[in-house]
């Protein structure tokens, strides 16, 4: 598995707009992409740099991420079906299947080995984002 680069971490957040009112007012970072459909927005430094992602909490949170308690490190991978098979043969404890947002990203969850999240993403050429 070769990956390609780290440029988001991710949070999980009880209210989307206050988390990124809190970001973009308190805190100082800009807003670059908000999607209310899937409950999801990007921030980053005015100088550009590593993306915050902020994903509005799920009724149904199978998952295990919780409001207050997580941060996601996101790996971007070229092929997400070639990166899930070599970590299936290693070992690795993957949490659920692969998702996907039409047009832009498809993700796969993983556990490490203490528990914490950690997601490969392969985007899709239309996106032009930057994950």
């Not at 098979?85 to 659920?96: D, I, S």
Request: negative net charge.
């Amino acid at each position: 598995m070769n990956l390609k680069s780290m440029n988001l971490v991710w949070i999980v957040v009880k209210d989307l707009k206050k988390a990124i009112q809190f970001y973009t007012d308190v805190i100082g970072l800009k807003l670059v992409e908000e999607h209310d459909q899937y409950g999801w927005a990007e921030l980053e430094g005015h100088d550009g740099g590593a993306r915050l992602g902020i994903a509005q909490m799920q009724l149904k949170n199978d998952d295990g991420i919780k409001p207050g308690q997580n941060a996601v490190a996101t790996f971007t991978v070229e092929s997400l079906d070639k990166a899930v098979g070599t970590l299936t043969k290693k070992g690795a404890q993957l949490v659920g299947s692969i998702e996907e947002v039409p047009g832009h990203v498809k993700m796969q969850m993983v556990r490490d080995v203490d528990g914490n999240h950690v997601q490969l993403v392969e985007l899709i050429p239309s996106c032009g984002c930057a994950h």
